[in-house]
């Protein structure tokens, strides 16, 4: 039942869309409650539940939890769109697709993250819908065929290298993770561009330019939050083995990160077990720690980078990671 607490925010979210527009205090609320959840981030205790076991008909609640997320994202874009649509253009929307833009981010991201990976064919079809209304289908393929493969490699274009700064990240990842999902899938790559502009053609059509730049903010605020999770999940790790092990990603052991984000935070576990569902991951001791959950390193990423790699840094040299590595002899007397 504390998954469902990630119904929350994107309800609030769906709330306010549905009841607008409103005038522009009405936004400090929300403001307000988005500075809270970053504060309590920070302080949050560890999550102390177990993971689900997948046996008998255990997991269909958790199914039904996160289609639902998936269909209350996709209300909320219709009604961002029929509101532009009827009511045009004001100033108050840009405070609105910024909100949007964040459920975005934080509900449609993750929860596509969840569905592109279950077996079922309805269900990633339905995590692509959600990534092409942020303008990102081919996060698909390069995520699943790429990212997972290449994790913590210099390859990878989604692994933050030591020390590299999240401007300097989200420059070069972006370009670079769809060049690769090009060369890993082209024609998938072509479909959900062509369902993208399809998308973005009848947004304009229904509510003009207004509705257009509103939908494309949107989209550049979930990727931005997106790219800050890719961007704090590896940095500065370096993988020693074939297969990504446990200390190969950054783990937080926040209970409002774990239960409001269907349990993305246990990173590590996902590396290892990339079809396992969220309600049955399992929090990994030996992985690096996050000083904060995910909506404080966001934060801590985008707003003071130079304290984020100060505090990444340390716990990679207290766990001896990344640059910090200890060298481990081999056979023949080398050492890697």
């Not at 279950?118 to 698909?140: E, K, M, N, P, Q």
């Not at 990212?147 to 990878?156: I, K, Q």
């Not at 990727?223 to 590896?234: G, M, R, S």
């Amino acid at each position: 039942m504390r998954h469902v607490l990630s119904l929350v925010f994107p309800l609030l979210t769906l709330g306010f869309v549905a009841t607008g527009p409103h005038a522009p205090a009405a936004a400090l609320p929300g403001i307000a409650l988005v500075a809270a959840v970053v504060f309590v981030d920070r302080r949050a205790r560890a999550a102390a539940a177990p993971p689900i076991e997948q046996s008998g008909g255990a997991s269909w609640p958790f199914t039904a939890l996160v289609v639902t997320l998936a269909l209350v994202q996709l209300v909320t874009l219709f009604l961002l769109v029929r509101m532009i649509a009827r009511h045009g253009w004001s100033w108050d929307l840009v405070i609105v697709g910024w909100f949007v833009g964040n459920n975005s981010g934080w509900c449609s991201l993750v929860v596509a993250h969840e569905l592109i990976h279950r077996r079922a064919r309805a269900l990633r079809l339905l995590g692509r819908a959600l990534l092409c209304t942020v303008l990102y289908d081919h996060f698909f393929v390069e995520h699943l065929r790429g990212h997972h493969v290449r994790v913590a490699t210099p390859d990878d274009p989604a692994t933050a290298r030591f020390d590299e700064s999240y401007n300097h990240f989200f420059l070069r990842t972006v370009p670079a993770q769809f060049r690769s999902a090009w060369r890993l899938g082209r024609r998938q790559v072509l479909v959900g561009l062509a369902v993208e502009a399809a998308l973005v053609a009848a947004i304009t059509f229904v509510a003009g330019w207004p509705g257009l730049v509103v939908f494309v903010w949107q989209a550049y605020g979930a990727i931005t939050v997106l790219e800050a999770v890719n961007y704090f999940e590896h940095w500065g790790l370096v993988r020693r083995g074939a297969r990504p092990g446990a200390e190969d990603a950054w783990d937080t052991d926040s209970w409002l990160t774990h239960y409001t984000l269907i349990g993305l935070s246990r990173h590590a576990d996902h590396h290892a077990h990339a079809s396992r569902p969220f309600q049955a991951l399992r929090a990994v001791a030996e992985s690096p720690k996050l000083p904060g959950g995910y909506y404080a390193m966001v934060a801590l990423a985008q707003l003071r980078n130079r304290t984020f790699r100060a505090r990444m840094t340390e716990e990679l040299r207290r766990r001896r990671l990344g640059p910090f590595i200890l060298a481990v002899p081999v056979e023949g007397g080398h050492t890697r």
